[in-house]
């Protein structure tokens, strides 16, 4: 008898530091997880030509190779002229460029430039043929924004790609819809304005620049927003519960019914 | 003790009133064979309550309506938003009555412990040919049961019109839509006009959480009468006869068991629901007819339906100016029919196959019955990929494989995996027969070597216990009809059921169905069977002779009357 309770205690003791396990484990990862990506790069207010002069050195150096002397283009990478400040700040703030091989899609990486040297070359681009400029800190600004627009916009227009909860998706021929956790609102707003890749643009008439920060707004709130129902299992839809249910659940289930049935023969 | 004199009175006086005494005796008396796979079943049952507890709850605050209401409650990124009634109350369950979350994360984490449940355990009842006579009957009302809960899962996924759950609804309605002729008069029918129209969720509704489990429970219940009056089957051993069931006793063996085993259902549901998330609908946003999420999937259940639809090819024909869209009628009509219509008929077709017509109440071991297992394996394979299939755009992204890759590689897997499937799992059983045959025959090898005096070496060897053997010489071979006449075909005259196509088909699946190693003779098991013909009674069922073993009246051990 004491050696069941003595046996059954020590189980209690188990399932105590499991539960315990998880607890931290959700605290950590609630604490890792719940920043939201608030920084909003500074905008040039125009363009010296000081500033012009450093952007070009610094493209002629790490870009030219790709794009071309004079941004007009090479088999390796399309030309530059006309994109806009907008694109060439997306494209190397979030490291995308410069491009390190060419592959179905440029992934996001850590950022090779600082943000001065990201806006002297977004000035040059500019400089050689216009295009949509970097937006102000003030038209990425969620605040005040309608959320409740943001939120069917949202799923009108880019959940069928980068998912209900922006985590992300496949596209065809390897390309995919990344993940939306760590883009900044000045990110989101370029994105939408440039279209990289396979994203179509949405230009101010499709989505007009208000509707831009309610969309932004919408992004940057769920995104930070913590899990009531426990650990999110990828905010991905139910194929994870499904593979929780089996692994975790019946998984589980049937080592308690085989445990229980061993349990009998020893007895005997 | 010292209450055995108040709750017997209680007894006689419950008995003097409704004579119950006896039928609970008999019902406590009943035997459960101790092996693990036969509590699968037990977690569906589980489940199940689990389900009706908290969807009674459920019912207290959801509302199915789809009138149009502007959410202003806790969630506040949902603010402004306009929605259904239906929605608006599943947010009100999820962020302000108290408990409502966990509640609503219990209800479907049952749900989708219950529907795995119901699949591993049909898988143990195919597998150890526990479906045979006389228990066909109970195997169809488990097909039914499996059937009726997929559609309870979608239904219930449905009711809180959600992102997802329109967007599978939007599917359903497809689905109708491609039966040829009436689909779209039973797509009118369904949705009361066009799609998604207003009664749609309170039709859902009733359907969820009256009619369905009214079925459910009915089914559930025949299924357990059938069970109970039949008695279980058991997995060989020694001791174990067909006219025997060992195991421990209801009570008290048995009912601490289960209810200790009912509670590690509820902990394990319990334990997901806590702390893990589950159908997230404030994330998905309500119905849109013109959103679409990446990652919209059903619940598991729901995947091969899923899958079938995404490898399918689009093929579309006009007949006389009606769309026949196979595109959408093939995917979700064939695979899941092949696979529970095969299952349905598959009981009558091996008995037919096999002119096996005895009673079975000890289980084969799945490699005992080769073909029997291969081809288990090959529809678990076929389902597989289409259910894996399924979820091809978050396997896409995940793994980063291309999506029309991974199309590719589902369409011709999905008729390669399953012949692969078959053939494996056939070889891995007859290679799981000849070590059997070999240990029977040559004993456990010790490791101990030992070298004779002519300097030879050997290998000692010792014979397997008595209870391995009774399990090793459970092999009695699927019953084989006659060797077909030998050489000249006008030599003698076959038996009518080998005359005609049919004759002959039958005798060439019978030749594949019964491949196995010779179970090794000597011991009593010879394969009497061979002679067996089409309404023969059997001989005597192999074990029988082990009965006598145990001692009349052990508490372990139950009699099985005959006839049953
Ligand atoms: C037998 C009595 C049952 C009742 C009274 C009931 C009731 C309900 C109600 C009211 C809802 C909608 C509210 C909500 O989601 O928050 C619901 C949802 C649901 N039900 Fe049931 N149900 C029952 C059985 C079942 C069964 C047997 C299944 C599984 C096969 C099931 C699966 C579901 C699912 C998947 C949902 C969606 C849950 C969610 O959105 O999180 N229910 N049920």
Redesign the interface.
Known sequence: MSLITARRRRRAAGYAVIVLG?LTA?VAYATVTGQPGTAAAATPSSASPKQIAEGASLFSVTCASCHGMNAQGTSQGPSLIGVGAAAVDFQVSTGRMPAKEIS?EMPRKPPVFDTAQTHAIAAYIASLGGGPAIPSAAEVSPIGA???LG??LF??DC???????G????????K??PALTHSTPTQIYEAMLTGPEAMPVFNDTTITPAQKRDIIA?IT??RS?A???????G????????L???L???G???F???W???K??EH? | MSNSKGLGGVGVFLDDRTRGAAPARRFMRKIFP???????G??ALYSFIILILTGIFLTLFFQPSMTDVVYHGVY??????RMSEAYASTLNI??DVRGG?LLR?IHH?AA??FV??IM?HMLRVFFTGAYRKPREFNWIIGIAIFTISIFEGLFGYSLPDD??SGTGLRITQGVLQSVPIVGTYLSFFLFGGQFPGHVIIPRLYIIHVLIIPGLLLALISAHLFLMFHQKHTQMPGKGRTETNVVG?PMYP?FMA?TG??FF??FA??AL?????????IW???PY?P???????????YM?ALEGALRIMPNWVSNVGGYTIAWNVIIPAFVPLGIIFGGAALWPFLERWITGDHREHHINDRPRNAPTRTGIGMAAVAFYGVLWLEG????I??QL?????TLTWIARVSVFLAPAVAYWVTKRICLGLQRKDTHLLEHGVETGIIRQLPSGEFIEVTRPVSEEVRAVLESRTGLPQLPAPAPGEPGEGVPAPSERGAMGKLRVRLNRVLTEGIPVPTGNGHGNGHAELREGEPAAVPSGADHGRELEAGSP?EEERPSGH
């Open positions: 998880l959700g179905a309608d959320m409740a939120q069917s799923i009108t959940a069928q790609c980068h998912n209900f909860s985590a992300g998706g496949a596209l065809t021929y390897g995919y819809a919408y709130t769920v927003e899990n009531p129902g426990g650990f999110s299992l905010r991905i839809g139910p194929v994870t519960e499904g929780v249910a089996f975790g659940g019946i589980s289930l049937v308690a019914s085989i229980i049935t061993l009998r023969r005997t | 101790d092996h693990w796979s036969f509590l699968l037990e977690i506040h990124p949902l603010d402004g938003v999820s962020f979350l994360q984490w989708l412990l795995g449940a591993v992102l997802l421990a063996y068991k200790a085993f590690f259902v394990v549901v997901l629901s806590t702390f893990a998330q589950i159908n997230p994330l998905f946003g849109n013109s959103g679409i999420t990446a990652g919209s999937q059903p619940d598991f995947g979820a091809n755009d978050v896409a992204a980063h494989i291309p999506l029309y372990d």
